[in-house]
């Protein structure tokens, strides 16, 4: 898959991709290899996975074989991520209640992203999204864990619970998130295993440090 970077002052790289599960595949360790040039591995695993939603979002919701390009850009202490395609179709998150599908993937980018948006383009539209660049701290990681399980168990399902019977609550919550994380994962051709050795590397590392 061919890619260029532009020679600005900031740091950017272009990569044209087309919209099929085998690109994604190549664009996700494309973009990887590209934080690996910049000095920013730290930020590699929210970056594929990103880079992977986006991507099998043109895939699912553009057409297969759609002509794409994604661009990495950092600024600062913050990766910028952009997802071009040429459909004038834009996302929006769903509300509670929808089918098990719509709605997760810009759920899941709302909560791994600083900041993230939609804006049209002259071609169609571009998705975007902004993470740190260096690893966050360990109490930031925690709060944001604590916001995904509370909008994934829902305002019904936390209130009224208290002490103990709120902790099983959160632990029940945070398996079934889990196991919801592998299914998508396997979904979407990745290895459910792999991630969660990734997972478990990345907790080792940061824990040590």
């Known amino acids: 898959m061919p890619g260029y970077e532009d020679a600005e002052p900031r740091l950017r790289c272009v990569l044209p991709f087309e919209a099929a599960p085998a690109e994604v595949r190549l664009l996700r360790r494309a973009a990887a290899k590209q934080l690996g040039r910049w000095g920013v591995t730290a930020a590699a695993d929210e970056t594929e996975l990103l880079v992977t939603e986006l991507a099998t979002n043109v895939v699912k919701h553009v057409g297969e074989g759609t002509s794409a390009t994604l661009i990495l850009e950092r600024t600062g202490e913050r990766l910028r991520l952009e997802v071009h395609d ?22 899941l980018l709302s909560t791994l992203a600083v900041d993230w948006g939609t804006v049209m383009t002259a071609a169609g539209k571009a998705v975007w999204c902004e993470i740190p660049v260096v ?27 208290l002490g103990i019977s709120r902790s099983i609550g959160i632990e029940e919550s945070a398996v079934e998130l889990i196991a919801d994380l592998l299914h998508w994962t396997a979904a979407r051709g990745l290895d459910p295993d792999d991630i969660l050795d990734r997972a478990q590397r990345r907790f080792d590392a940061q824990t040590e440090t």
């Open 86 to 107: 040429k459909s004038r179709e834009m996302p929006s998150l769903k509300t509670a209640g929808c089918d098990e599908e719509c709605g997760r993937g810009l759920h």
């Open 135 to 161: 690893p966050g701290q360990a109490c930031r990681r925690i709060e944001r864990a604590a916001e995904a399980l509370e909008a994934y168990r829902g305002p019904s399902c936390s209130a009224g619970l």
